[in-house]
């Protein structure tokens, strides 16, 4: 496995997010050109609005791939005896959007972004999906700039734990499987999703309804389909385990 130490123009330690620090201490890493971490941070709802300039989604793409290199990487290094299988559904964990937005949101990307006006004040910068795609795009934008290491020395620095509780507990944020699990031990037919859309199709936002024995026991949206029904499934799965929690009191 590749050393993980620091490297030059890696900052040493993380900050607390914090819109008083500068992005680059937040990240731990320095830019030599400040350029791609504009274009990391420049959504298209803001580049409409500003013709020439670029969006963040070629970056993102860029990053999707080198996130999912460097976490495949990380498993197959550390757990040598884990099959394929299980390698496999423990990445998923790791690189979900979920997951994603998750460390976006740790690290205050919000505060960064360059949203257009009418993304903005619709509150944007808290978005689970836009805050993931900016993860990846941030990601990308490392990697073009610094190469393989800086970008590998990101990624671990922000999921090392991650990495390991996946790893020791594959599957652990795939809710759908669980409650399926907990609907059939309840002797259940498997939930029953429901999908509705809004928004123009560059923008599309999915909303699932989750029922189970005839009764909504969650709901979620998200930016595909997929993202809509796990956050379904989660909030059933919460609701549930809250359940649970009064009933022992």
Known sequence: MPSTTSLPRLVETLASPATTVPLEERIGYRFVDPRLLETALSHRSWCSEHP???????????GDAVLGLVVTDALYARFPDEPEGQLAKSRATVVSAVTLAEIGAALALGDDLRLGKGEAASGGSAKSSILADAVEALIGAVYVDGGIEPARAFVLGQLDDRISDAASRPGERDYKTRLQELAAADGHRPPDYQISESGPDHLKRFEAIVRIGGDIRGTGDG????????????AAWDARSAEDGASDV
């Open 52 to 62: 020439g300039e670029a969006s963040n989604e070629r970056l993102e793409f860029l």
């Open 223 to 234: 930016s595909s389909k997929k993202e809509a029904e796990q956050r379904a499934a989660r």
